[in-house]
């Protein structure tokens, strides 16, 4: 009831010609209005289109509610005058019974122009909660109901005029008459005819002129309304190419489907009102035309891409979406295609295709028909096993390689919408895709993809990045895709930013305002890092792997300090107590998080110790929490709080002995002081035993210990050749390991 609630404030400042306007008296009487005001602004009535006689059953449902509410009001009102006005108006609208899609429309119409007046008034002229306006549309709606009233005044102008000259043509015959018989002739009379003829013919010639010019004002706001309706619609193609690295999409195309449709009803009254002008106005017709063909080419959307990194013969999917799926005429099925084109040919694309015939690649299952779901009330084509037998490479260059080949899914048809002529081609493009044959090659491949949808341009020339790209983009970027993929509300802080900067550059040095440095896609993803043989987004990805799998809870909680420079990790904890630690991710190994803790000195003061860092592998065995939880040596996380007190939380509980009348097992971890011979105890699964040769520089070696108890005291059998190896270990999950144990 807020729409109404505003409009009461506003129409003792309208005239009477204006309130009819909004309100007419025969169809929808203000009294309606007023009387349901909360009922009606609670029905969809911008769903009822005049030309959908489907429809009509809703109406007519509609229709009964308003006249059994009018009765309703009639009766209980005990002014005698406004219950016998409330009567006489439900007999008003009992007459619609045989054309209740008139009311609706009536209604909806109505509606739109309050929004559009209210549209109009100051904000400070309004109560605190402002109705919500569809403006620009509503605005459109207004000027084509009043080119259509204007019409209609011509229209009655003419009838007018029609029967003036027919009664100057009697008034003429009677005055020739009675000069005829000798009578005093009536000029007054005929003169008085001959002047309402030309009031009328100038009032006439004067309104077919305010016609033209709605007209083409109308065709004018349509064009500037349609042009940030596409704007719109690129930019939510946009915003879900950026989802891909974190950013923020809201991915429901309802209220672009519904400004479509609006357009559309627009464009085709206002087709019509151009052909009943009488006069051909061709400039408005190639303008109307036009903004057709714009608008019907441009309702085609993929509402769900294709993944961006596809492996040849994998299935996948992909949904395509169009926003004008309810006015698509009826009969012929849409059949969409789908294929896939080179970046060359994505550049060569125009609005109706043109691209090079040669087919690069091989699209199985690549076509679908386009279906309307009514619930949802959309029409989309899914494509849901599609799969790529195999694509043809176009020559590289250098030292390109083909995971930094990008394609894309073309969609294309042949559609017919209700009340056009002719069909439309229609086609959309996918986002860039990269097509690989192996698993070992899908990290690059998203190093090509997170590069293109963080820092490609809007409007780019397909699939055109720039080559270097300030650091302080890089930054946002990496810090986005980490809490996307995490899936944490925790972000990368100045000090881990400073640390990923060191590292790109491989500056330990690095000044503190750096974030306009340059960064290449070389130092990205092209070249490894200095003294390591991974690339920078491989050592960023093996860590926000490791951290999306193992680490989300203790990152979000902030007991992670994650990335951290050796200079900055000595600074921070050489004034702890020993035993004082953080939790850092490895920046020698892939998807590894190690312990960094003050240690106690052979000459009485203290150093810094790393902790071998543990992997995914690791953690699948025992969980951090645990391995924390083992370490004696370390007591307090950085920078003074209890390990026991804040880890608490990720211990593992410890289970009642297993069924069966088995001896439980367990395994521990145990950290080799610097003193203790670094050879891996005889009793230690060697899937827990760590290569100290493995380690980086300065790190001390984790030695996991486990205790194991059997009834046939045959410890020399524990391990069978089967898995006597580290290298046959790790191929084996902990399941696996105690199989063996059992079975030994």
Avoid at 211 to 240: G, T
Avoid at 271 to 282: A, H, N, S, W, Y
Avoid at 471 to 483: D, Y
Wanted: with cysteine; glycine share 6%.
């Amino acid at each position: 009831m807020a729409q109404w609630t505003q409009m009461e404030k506003q129409i003792p400042l309208l005239d009477n010609q204006t309130v009819n306007f909004l309100y007419p008296p025969n169809c929808f009487p203000m009294e309606v209005r007023c009387y349901l005001a909360s009922w009606i602004e609670t029905q969809r009535w911008e769903d009822f289109d005049m030309g959908n006689v489907g429809q009509e059953p809703q109406a007519l449902d509609l229709l009964d509610k308003i006249i059994s509410f009018l009765q309703s009001h009639a009766q209980t009102n005990q002014n005698v005058v406004e219950k016998m006005r409330l009567q006489h108006i439900s007999r008003v609208m009992n007459a619609f019974q045989t054309q209740p899609m008139e009311l609706m429309v009536t209604i909806r119409d109505s509606l739109r122009k309050e929004r559009y007046i209210l549209s109009q008034v100051p904000a400070q002229e309004l109560s605190p909660a402002p109705v919500p306006s569809t403006g620009d549309v509503d605005h459109l709606v207004c000027k084509v109901l009043e080119i259509q009233n204007c019409r209609q005044q011509i229209h009655q102008l003419q009838e007018e005029l029609n029967w003036q000259k027919q009664n100057y043509e009697n008034t003429q015959g009677s005055l020739q008459q009675n000069q005829t018989n000798g009578l005093d002739p009536q000029h007054s009379e005929v003169i008085k005819v001959q002047k309402n003829i030309q009031q009328l013919e100038y009032n006439g010639q004067a309104m077919s002129k305010k016609l033209v010019q709605l007209l083409q004002e109308a065709v004018c706001s349509l064009e500037q309304c349609q042009a940030r309706l596409i704007n719109r619609i690129k930019a939510w193609r946009w915003e879900q190419h950026r989802a891909t690295i974190g950013h923020p999409f809201d991915d429901n195309l309802s209220p672009l489907q519904t400004w479509c449709e609006q357009l559309l009803g627009v464009n085709g009254k206002l087709r019509q009102e151009v052909m009943l002008v009488g006069e051909p106005i061709p400039e408005l017709q190639e303008a109307l035309a036009r903004l057709l063909q714009s608008l019907i080419q441009s309702s085609l959307v993929v509402e769900k891409q294709p993944p961006q990194v596809i492996k040849t013969q994998s299935k996948f999917s992909t949904t395509v979406r169009y926003l004008l799926g309810e006015k698509v005429a009826q009969g012929k099925p849409v059949l969409l295609k789908a294929q896939i084109v080179t970046e060359n040919q994505a550049r060569s694309l125009g609005p109706l295709g043109g691209m090079s015939s040669e087919n690069v690649g091989e699209v199985i299952n690549n076509t679908a028909i386009l279906e309307h779901n009514t619930s949802s009330k959309s029409t989309c084509a899914s494509f849901r096993n599609m799969s790529i037998k195999k694509i043809k490479r176009a020559d590289r260059k250098g030292s390109e390689s083909v995971t930094e080949e990008k394609f894309a899914l073309l969609f294309s048809t042949e559609i017919s919408i209700t009340g056009c002529d002719t069909p439309y081609k229609i086609q959309v493009i996918s986002v860039p895709v990269v097509v690989i044959v192996h698993g070992s090659q899908d990290n690059n491949a998203m190093a090509t993809i997170i590069w293109d949808c963080a820092f490609s341009e809007p409007d780019r020339i397909p699939f055109v990045v720039p080559e270097r790209v300030p650091w302080k983009k890089m930054c946002v970027t990496l810090n986005r895709k980490f809490m996307s993929e995490v899936q944490t509300e925790r972000c990368l802080d100045t000090y881990n930013q400073h640390f990923l900067a060191q590292k790109i550059f491989d500056n330990p040095d690095i000044p503190g305002d750096y974030s306009n440095m340059p960064v290449s896609w070389v130092q990205f993803n092209k070249e490894v890092l200095p003294g390591r043989p991974f690339t920078f987004w491989q050592w960023f990805d093996g860590v926000m792997e490791l951290s999306k799998k193992h680490l989300k809870s203790y990152w979000t909680d902030g007991l992670i300090f994650g990335f951290i420079g050796k200079q900055h990790l000595h600074l921070i904890l050489k004034d702890k107590p020993t035993g004082t630690f953080l939790l850092r991710f490895s920046d020698s190994e892939i998807g590894g998080i190690t312990i960094a803790y003050v240690a106690a000195a052979e000459n009485g003061g203290q150093k810094i110790q790393n902790i071998q860092p543990f992997t995914k592998r690791d953690l699948e065995i025992r969980c951090l929490g645990d391995r924390i939880q083992d370490i004696d040596l370390i007591t307090h996380v950085y920078p003074d709080s209890p390990k026991n007190k804040v880890f608490i939380k990720y211990y593992t509980v410890n289970q009642g002995p297993p069924g069966g009348g088995y001896i439980p097992v367990s395994i521990q971890t145990k950290v080799e002081t610097p003193s203790a011979s670094p050879t891996v105890p005889s009793t230690l699964p060697p899937s827990e035993s760590m290569d100290p040769g493995n380690g980086a520089m300065g790190m001390s070696p984790i030695y996991p210990q486990n205790s194991w108890t059997f009834s046939d005291h045959k410890p020399q059998h524990l391990f069978p050749d089967p898995v006597s190896t580290m290298e046959q270990a790790q191929d084996m999950d902990l399941d696996e390991i105690l199989g063996e144990i059992y079975q030994n």
